[in-house]
């Protein structure tokens, strides 16, 4: 979405065998792309590709590319320790207006900053998945975050064809918060046997005009990450009846069955 919008970007991974495989993923989603953006031109559809994937250049070692960047985000596994390891990594090799920002959707930006020597050029930029698609960007101002890091995050939003929103560094932050709540009253809803999974989709999609379910949401999200999401806000605030963990839920991740990537969860999958 970067580099397609003009900004020169460098993808970063752990082999060249991930990054071979996430450049051919890049391409098939812009072919994709172009289908509908110049289904009647096709040479324009060419060029754009082509001048997109100029755009984009890979890396395996993030220290050795980070010099020369404005802007780094962050989109690796979901823990805090690693995170931080790599913050604290790039922080001693970015020059001093660079920005780092953290795609992460459930951990505190906070902590994130306070790895590093830069708190006030630190924010969160949410993206929603599937990227290309999704109009939304979380913006996250810590404490810290100054306005001019901030405004810069907002801007760089707006360049790439966002529509950002901004929230305070708060567990989930907007869509979260509401969302991850929502689908585990909807598990509950279930255990306690009011209703079926089935009718509780066809509810909330046909009534409340959702494009899934909450329990085909579950799914594509994958059930072991909405289990390390709301274990993690349990682990925050045990009290809150919002954040109470699922029999149901542990059970299915306990199963390996995860969803769709696995071929089963609430659902089956061929």
């Not at 755009?55 to 985000?73: E, G, P, Q, R, Y």
Request: hydrophobic residues 40%; proline residues 5%.
């Amino acid at each position: 979405v970067a580099a397609a919008s003009g900004h020169t970007v460098v993808l970063v991974d752990q082999s060249d065998e991930i990054l071979k495989k996430s450049t051919k993923g890049i391409e098939e989603s812009l072919k994709r792309v172009i289908k509908k953006k110049f289904a009647d031109k096709p040479e324009a559809g060419a060029e754009f590709i082509k001048k997109t994937m100029k755009n984009l250049t890979t890396s395996t070692d993030a220290a050795s590319v980070v010099h020369s960047t404005d802007l780094v985000i962050e989109a690796i596994v979901e823990n805090l320790e690693v995170k931080n390891k790599l913050f604290k990594t790039l922080d001693k090799f970015a020059p001093e207006h660079t920005i780092f920002a953290s795609n992460t959707s459930s951990l505190q930006i906070t902590k994130m900053a306070n790895a590093t020597t830069r708190q006030d050029r630190f924010g969160g930029l949410h993206f929603f998945n599937p990227v290309p698609m999704m109009k939304l960007v979380e913006v996250i101002k810590t404490p810290m975050t100054s306005q001019k890091t901030f405004e810069s995050l907002v801007d760089f939003s707006k360049a790439v064809g966002k529509s950002p929103v901004s929230c305070k560094d708060t567990p989930g932050f907007i869509v979260n918060r509401l969302l991850v709540p929502y689908m585990m009253e909807a598990v509950r809803l279930f255990e306690r046997g009011d209703a079926s999974k089935e009718d509780i989709d066809v509810a909330m999609k046909l009534g409340a005009g959702y494009p899934m379910g909450p329990f085909e949401l579950l799914d594509y999200v994958g059930l072991d990450t909405s289990k390390y999401i709301i274990d993690g806000w349990h682990s925050l605030e045990p009290n809150n009846p919002l954040f109470a963990p699922s029999p149901l839920l542990n059970k299915l991740v306990e199963e390996k069955k995860l969803g769709k990537k696995t071929g089963e969860g609430f659902y089956k999958y061929k």
